[in-house]
């Protein structure tokens, strides 16, 4: 693991705080962006297909805003398409275990499809708390705020515009972006409101 992980010390550099799994991983994440002089390197989880276990992790690394953007909603699309699949594969062995089918099969694909929405909504409240604190410390353009965000969590670049037009109508930050259905665009400073 020593080449992958930065050396044969790694194991002293795990972040003592997480499971191992996810320390090793983090590592590696780590690892990669440094090692590649990548400005982002964000992974998702791969769960079993019939059990509650990771199977693997997809890492991604990209020196591009673009790039960060477009892992995001692939990964979206493709954990809800995951979700389904792994449904029909726990029914299918139930099946064969039991000897009996299920008639609601397309309702609980449909149901661990919407899970992940409400990850993405957990992801979303996460990201607002730390979008407050990060403002607090200074204002910064849109394009910024994106980037920080799809960085350190599970968002789509839409999910982070949803998150400022939220915070601007409960009068927490300034709309900058304009009234109506307008969201922000990347040259737009998102600042907190001054009270």
């Known amino acids: 693991m020593a080449p992958f992980l930065g050396g ?3 194991p002293k550099r795990l972040d003592p705080d997480l499971p191992r799994g996810l320390a090793v991983e983090k590592l590696f994440r780590e690892t990669l962006k440094d090692t590649g002089d990548f400005e982002s390197v964000v992974s998702t989880k791969i769960d079993r297909a019939t059990t509650e276990r990771p199977h693997f992790f997809i890492v991604y690394g990209t020196k591009s805003p673009n790039g960060l ?3 995001r909603e692939i990964e979206y699309r493709a954990l809800r398409e995951h979700e389904k699949n792994r449904a029909k594969a726990k029914e299918k062995n139930r099946e064969q275990k039991t000897g009996m089918g299920d008639l609601f099969t397309d ?3 449909e149901l661990r499809e919407a899970t992940i929405s409400e990850i993405v909504e957990e992801q979303k409240s996460l ?4 979008l407050m604190v990060r403002l607090g410390q200074r204002s910064m353009p849109f394009s910024t705020v994106v980037v920080l965000l799809l960085q350190a969590y599970m968002l789509r670049e839409t999910n982070v515009k949803d998150i400022c ?3 601007a109508k409960s009068g927490t930050i300034e709309n900058t972006w304009g009234g109506g259905n307008r969201k922000p665009q990347d040259e737009d400073m998102i600042r907190l409101k001054a009270h």
């Open 8 to 10: 044969p010390d790694w």
């Open 69 to 71: 953007k477009a892992f």
């Open 107 to 109: 309702h609980e694909a």
């Open 127 to 130: 990201a607002k708390t730390d």
């Open 165 to 167: 037009r939220e915070l």
